[in-house]
C-alpha cells in the first residue's frame, strides 16, 4: 500500500503520516489489506521541525515543490498510491490578503492533483480537507449541518466548497473514490503562528502553556467548533476507510466538533495547567480577524459525523492534556 499526503511536511500532515506508520494498513476496502509500503508526504518547503524519527523512517519519502505547477504535480505520480491525503492549502487569513495565490493553490493544485489521480484508473481512496469555512453568509442558520447551505464568505472559504463539489463529481464519474472532511478549528496546533485567521485558538493555549502573553483579537464571547489534532488525524483516517455506500451522494463529511466560546477555552486552559505559570490573555480587538470569524459558523451539528462514528474528544480538558502530554512533558 503507497500513500500519498500533500501537506505532508506541516502539522496534521506529519501526525498524520506518524499515525498511518503506527497502524501499518488502512483498510480501505481491499481483501487482503496490504500493509504500508510508503508514504509520500509533499509539500512546498521543508518543515521547522520533524516528528521525531519520522523522516528516517525507511517507508517516509519527501517530495518538496509547487502544488500550484502542474508539472511538479505530474512528477509526484511516478508510482500509483492507494490513498491521496489531499491537506495543502493556503489558510484563510492569507487567502483574504492573497486572492491569486489562494486561487491558485487551492483551486489550480487541486485540480492538477485530481486529474493525476483519475489517471491512474486504480480507484483510490482520496480525502479532501475542507472547512466549516465552507458556510457563512446572512442565512446561515445557528448551528450549521452537512446540509446546511455552502455560503462562504472568505476566499478560503469558497475554494473549499469548490473542492467538495469536484470531490463529489469526480466520485460521481468513478474516477476515484473521493471524501472532504469538513473540519472545525483545529486545536492544539505547536510552534508559531501561522496566517489562518483562527490561529489565535491554538495561541490561547500554546502561548500562555510556554509562559507568553497572548492577545485575543476577538469578543471573549465568541463561540467557535473545536478539535483536538488527535481525533482530527484519527477522523481523516476513519473518513477514508468508510464505505463509498455508508457516504451516500454527498461525500462532504464534518467532522464532529465542541461547540465552546473563547471563554470556555480559556477556562479550561486553566483548569488542567494547575499550578503552572502561565502568560496572559490580553483581550485586543482585531476588526480584520473579528469579521473573519464572525463569518464562520459558530456551531456545528455533530450528528451526521457520530453516526458514522467520527472520534470526538470528551472535553476542551482534554484536548489540552494531549498537547501538554504531546508537545511539553515529553521534551
Not at 491512474?120 to 480537507?129: D, G, K
Not at 458556510?135 to 478560503?156: H, I
Not at 507568553?212 to 476577538?218: E, L, S
Amino acid at each position: 500500500m503507497k500513500l500519498l499526503i500533500t501537506g505532508g511536511a506541516g502539522f496534521l500532515g506529519q501526525r498524520l503520516a506518524m499515525e498511518c506508520l503506527q497502524r501499518n494498513c488502512l483498510n480501505l476496502a481491499r481483501q487482503p489489506t496490504p500493509a504500508i509500503e510508503k508514504i509520500v508526504l509533499a509539500d512546498v518547503a521543508e518543515p521547522p521541525f520533524w516528528h521525531a524519527g519520522l523522516r528516517e523512517n525507511n517507508k517516509i519519502e519527501t517530495r518538496f515543490g509547487d502544488i500550484a505547477d502542474q508539472n511538479w504535480v505530474n512528477s509526484l505520480f511516478d508510482q500509483n498510491y492507494d490513498a491521496v491525503f489531499h491537506l495543502a492549502s493556503i489558510v484563510s487569513g492569507h487567502g483574504e490578503q492573497d486572492f491569486d495565490l489562494a486561487l491558485k493553490v487551492n483551486l489550480d493544485g487541486t485540480r492538477y492533483l485530481f486529474e493525476c489521480i483519475r489517471a491512474q484508473s486504480n480507484l483510490p481512496t482520496v480525502v479532501f480537507t475542507s472547512s466549516v469555512a465552507a458556510f457563512g453568509g446572512d442565512n446561515m442558520p445557528d448551528v450549521v449541518a452537512d446540509n446546511s447551505k455552502l455560503t462562504p464568505m472568505t476566499t478560503y472559504g469558497v475554494t473549499k466548497a469548490i473542492g467538495e463539489l469536484l470531490i463529489n463529481d469526480y466520485s460521481r464519474k468513478g474516477f476515484f473514490d473521493g471524501r472532504s472532511a469538513r473540519l472545525p478549528t483545529v486545536i492544539v496546533r505547536p510552534g508559531k503562528p501561522n496566517l489562518a485567521a483562527s490561529s489565535f485558538v491554538s495561541g490561547l493555549f500554546r502561548e500562555p502553556l510556554a509562559g507568553v502573553d497572548c492577545v485575543i483579537p476577538v469578543d471573549p464571547k465568541q463561540m467557535m467548533p473545536v478539535l483536538g489534532y488527535r481525533s482530527i488525524v484519527n477522523g481523516l483516517i476513519h473518513l477514508a476507510e468508510l464505505p463509498a455506500a455508508e457516504l451516500g451522494i454527498d461525500r462532504a463529511i464534518g467532522l464532529p466538533a465542541i461547540n465552546a466560546s473563547i471563554q470556555q477555552m480559556m477556562d479550561a486552559l486553566k483548569s488542567v495547567a494547575g499550578n503552572r505559570h502561565l502568560g496572559q490573555h490580553i483581550l485586543k480587538h482585531d476588526p480584520v480577524i473579528d469579521s473573519i470569524v464572525k463569518g464562520w459558523p459558530t456551531q456545528v451539528n455533530n450528528e451526521r459525523a457520530l453516526s458514522l462514528s467520527l472520534p470526538l474528544d470528551n472535553s476542551l480538558e482534554e484536548i489540552v492534556q494531549h498537547y501538554i502530554d504531546d508537545y511539553i512533558n515529553c521534551v
